[in-house]
């Protein structure tokens, strides 16, 4: 059975997935691009970057994925759904090169983009949503790409197999929280941490 995994979600200490006041200028809120400037450090992301501990798990974000799911809050800023030519941040070829599919409450027609990307909109439960990825991924896995719902969502139900968190050392104080209603949700895992000397730690839950 193909897995469902999760790869370079970034928290801040308190537990924030993203920053508060999310728009088209700030697409994490608050946050700015605190979150992720250890991923932008890093050889994934930029040739020019590290290839250390923060690049070894970065790069595991790419192999062996068929399909991602995402939530509307991660394809487009709030009230994208009243935007017809909206395709996504990511210009004509986006980076995911499979199907995605974006939960959402408002539908609409498929988006086949360059590069092998296609944005399917999906009004569904978590589990209902995964079966149709995972048929379209053909053996392959999942990646659930986010935000902080999306992803609170998925594990709630138990549908995570490999989950890679990165503690960035903010405190953000307001956003989307990541954490909340899955009390004991490591009991379920075999969980690790390693620490970077760029000041991140790298946790992962696998089951
Ligand atoms: N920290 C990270 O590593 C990371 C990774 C990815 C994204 N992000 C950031 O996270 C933010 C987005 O996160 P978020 O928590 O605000 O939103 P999100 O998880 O991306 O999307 C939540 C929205 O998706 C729709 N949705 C979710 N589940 C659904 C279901 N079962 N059925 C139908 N629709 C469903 C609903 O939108 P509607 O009701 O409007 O349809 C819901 O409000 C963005 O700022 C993004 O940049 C962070």
Redesign the pocket.
């Known amino acids: 059975m193909s897995r469902v995994r999760v790869h ?4 801040s200490l308190d537990g924030f ?3 508060d006041g ?1 728009s088209l200028e700030a ?3 608050h946050a700015g691009q605190r ?2 400037a250890w991923m932008f450090a890093t050889r994934f992301w930029d040739d020019a970057g590290t290839a250390g501990v923060d690049n070894a798990f970065a790069e595991r974000h790419e192999p062996g994925i068929g399909a991602e799911i ?6 487009g800023p709030p009230g994208w ?1 009243d935007d017809a030519e909206w395709r996504g941040w990511w210009g004509p070829n986006p980076p995911f090169h499979t199907p995605v599919y974006v ?4 539908p609409r027609p498929p988006l086949e983009m360059d590069g092998g990307t296609t944005f399917h909109f ?5 589990v209902d ?1 995964l079966a149709v990825a995972r048929e379209a991924a053909d053996g392959q896995d999942i990646r659930i ?7 609170r ?1 998925f594990l709630a139900a138990g549908l995570v197999d490999h989950l890679h968190v990165v503690q960035v050392p903010i405190v953000l104080g307001r956003g ?1 929280r990541l954490w909340d209603g899955l009390e004991a949700l490591e009991e379920q895992y075999d969980v690790e941490a390693v620490s970077s000397p760029s000041g991140v730690t790298h946790l992962t839950f696998t089951r």
């Open positions: 370079n979600f970034s928290i997935g993203t920053g999310q697409p994490f809120g979150l992720h995402m939530g509307a809050g991660k394809f759904q939960l959402t409450h408002r999906v009004d569904a439960e978590p949503a790409g986010g935000g902080a719902t999306t992803l969502e989307v």
